[in-house]
């Protein structure tokens, strides 16, 4: 059944318009195919808001209760980030090979796998190895996108900062994560990982 | 003469809440005396001292000041921020000092792995300082100012 279904779809795809002009199809279509993209870029973005993220209770009361307390939320010069400042790629393949990887999140929200604080704390390690992961493999740049290193003035850091910065970072031997874990949320228990 | 003493037990009792109460109105506080009720303006906090320099204790047993800013260090089950630099392992790359070997005995002496439990909240001694000028005067010296006074005391009589 299915074949013949496919074959008569096919067939249709292949026959020449009848009704409606050359003309007709090609604008409508490009209309349309206007109306689509924008549509989708629309709720493409709408789902990459602070808004949508803490939508669900697993991000609102324990992601972004603690980034609350941090420097990345409130500071002297009022320029903070959201969620998807650190967590979505900015270039648009990226961005959309990470939107389907967190469908997985959707199936997580709807069965409750981190529904408690517990079970929060629990996963916790686990949750932060992946961003670790994933900021040491495309070498911190959800930071850099606003933390430039040819921008830094090594002279106005304080003494330890300026050291390891001229350095370390400047080698490219370390990347921001390597040392700035847990910045923005609590850390996890930390035996056993590089630096702690 | 039941009556009498319960009469003289309530008395010295309200003239003792009277003095305490006066008593409390005339200390001064770091509120300057402002009723509960009302909101003082409150002084601008300060900067916290962030240099990094190593500030010679007061005495010798005096928990060494830290030197730098603190700010979100997380202490608890998981993790020490601290001891991320100050614990014996990681001091060759931090170059920062190693917590004291005083902090890796338990209460009866014995020395552990690791730091003790009971030594493991930092900031219960170890404090960072104010950029500010202190809101109590202190008039503490320490040992040597006061051997060196002594001296020149028998010196000149």
């Known amino acids: 059944m299915w074949k013949k279904i496919l074959?008569?779809?096919?067939?249709?795809l292949r026959r020449p318009s009848v009704h409606y002009s050359l003309g007709f199809l090609v604008i409508g279509g490009f209309i349309a195919g206007v109306i689509f993209w924008g549509g989708f870029n629309t709720a493409l973005e709408l789902t990459n808001t602070e808004t949508f993220c803490i939508s669900c209770h697993e991000m609102r009361d324990n992601s972004y209760e603690e980034l609350k307390a941090t420097v990345h939320f409130s500071n002297r010069s009022g320029v903070r980030a959201t969620c998807p400042d650190c967590h979505v790629p900015h270039n648009w393949t990226d961005k959309l090979a990470r939107k389907m990887q967190a469908s997985?999140?959707?199936?997580?929200?709807i069965f409750g796998t981190i529904n408690t604080r517990e079970k929060f704390?629990?996963?916790?390690?686990?949750l932060a190895e992946h961003e670790w992961v994933r900021l040491k493999a495309n070498d911190s740049l959800e930071c850099r996108n606003c933390h430039h290193f040819d921008y830094m003035d090594f002279t106005l850091q304080n003494t330890r900062a300026e050291e390891q910065h001229s350095t370390s970072l400047a080698s490219g031997e370390k990347t921001c994560i390597d040392c700035h874990k847990g910045i923005a949320h609590?850390?996890?228990?930390?035996r056993g990982v590089e630096g702690w | 003469?039941?009556?009498?003493?319960?009469?003289?037990?309530?008395?010295?009792?309200?003239?003792?809440?009277?003095?305490?109460?006066?008593?409390?109105?005339?200390?001064?506080t770091l509120r300057d005396a402002t009723a509960i009720s009302e909101q003082e303006k409150p002084n601008a906090i300060p900067?916290?001292?962030n240099t990094d320099i190593l500030q010679a204790r007061n005495y010798p047993m005096q928990p060494p000041l830290i030197p730098h800013k603190i700010r979100n260090y997380q202490i608890d089950l998981e993790v020490n921020k601290c001891l991320s630099c100050h614990s014996r392992s990681r001091t060759q790359d931090s170059q920062a000092p190693m917590v004291s070997v005083t902090h890796f005995m338990d209460r009866d002496g014995n020395f552990l792995a690791e730091v003790s439990p009971r030594r493991y909240f930092c900031n219960q001694c170890h404090v960072p300082q104010a950029d500010i000028m202190p809101l109590v005067g202190n008039t503490f010296k320490d040992m040597h100012t006061l051997?060196?006074?002594?001296?020149n005391d028998m010196r000149m009589p």
């Open chain 1, 104 to 109: 997985r999140e959707l199936w997580g929200t």
């Open chain 2, 147 to 151: 051997m060196k006074e002594r001296v």
């Open chain 1, 7 to 12: 074959i008569n779809f096919w067939r249709t």
């Open chain 2, 1 to 28: 003469m039941k009556n009498l003493i319960l009469v003289i037990i309530s008395l010295s009792l309200l003239f003792l809440s009277f003095t305490l109460t006066a008593q409390a109105d005339e200390i001064a």
């Open chain 1, 186 to 190: 609590e850390l996890p228990d930390m």
């Open chain 2, 47 to 49: 900067k916290i001292v």
């Open chain 1, 121 to 126: 704390q629990a996963q916790r390690r686990s």
